[in-house]
């Protein structure tokens, strides 16, 4: 089975500029939540989506937005970078209620903003 | 209080010693608490995890601790071997591991021949 797949691995963008990443879960898994990576913050949750409305926010601010098509593939988005948006971004899937409480974490997109 | 303190930041432990990693948390409403293996260039990977019904588990080499009195759980690694370095992550979360999950702020493990 393949795992949780993101494109692309790695940005690079410079302040102002918008960005979307991309995330393909595990097949069967209708859940997908996305993590900012960062030295500083470690692992912080974004938000999550399961059949394609969002169901749980984290604390961030509205320039970071995501939205879950049909297939369960994710985007999210950013909109006007900050240097301080550099970091890993990280999509989880996770199995339908039942099967295993597991998020299967995808390799990242690193995403630079000079 | 959302929040979940790791400790030790970094730890460097012998080839063949026990590797203990701790976390601590405020919330008594988290009931699933994994622990999570991360190695430079990819996403973290489950490594084992708990729930408050049980003092402890074993898988292999691993072991968690829980205490919910004290709410602290830990991971222990017997045997440590090089390939177990890597960064550490304990976590928790509410009604099942299908809720978004709060991570500590990572340990990272060097085993040294």
């Known amino acids: 089975k393949a795992g949780v797949t993101q494109t692309p691995r790695y940005l690079i963008k410079t302040r102002g500029q918008q960005v979307t990443l991309s995330c393909s879960p595990i097949?069967?898994?209708?859940?997908v939540s996305w993590y900012q990576q960062t030295p500083g913050q470690g692992l912080q949750f974004l938000f999550e989506?399961?059949?394609?409305?969002?169901?749980n926010k984290g604390n961030f601010p509205g320039r970071f937005s995501g939205r879950q098509f049909s297939n369960s593939r994710s985007e999210m988005n950013v909109s006007t970078l900050e240097l301080g948006d550099s970091a890993l971004y990280l999509c989880?899937?996770?199995?339908?209620?039942?099967?295993?409480?597991?998020?299967?974490f995808g390799p990242g997109t690193r995403l630079t903003v000079l | 209080q959302q929040q979940v303190k790791q400790s030790p930041q970094s730890l460097i432990v012998q080839k063949g010693g026990i590797s203990i990693i701790n976390c601590a948390y405020e919330?008594?409403?988290?009931?699933?608490f994994p622990w999570y293996q991360q190695f430079p260039g990819k996403g973290p990977a489950l490594l084992i995890a708990?729930?408050?019904?049980?003092s402890e588990k074993k898988e292999g080499r691993f072991t968690i601790s829980f205490n919910k009195s004290a709410k602290q759980f830990s991971l222990h690694i017997m045997d440590s071997q090089p390939g177990d370095s890597a960064t550490y992550f304990c976590?928790?979360?509410?009604?099942?591991?299908?809720?978004?999950?709060?991570f500590g702020k990572g340990t990272r493990l060097s085993v040294i021949a």
């Open positions: 989880a899937s996770s199995p339908p209620p039942g099967w295993d409480d597991t998020q299967y």
């Open positions: 097949s069967g898994h209708r859940s």
């Open positions: 989506y399961f059949s394609e409305t969002q169901r």
């Open positions: 919330n008594t409403a988290f009931d699933y």
């Open positions: 708990i729930r408050p019904d049980v």
């Open positions: 976590a928790a979360s509410p009604n099942s591991g299908n809720t978004p999950l709060v």
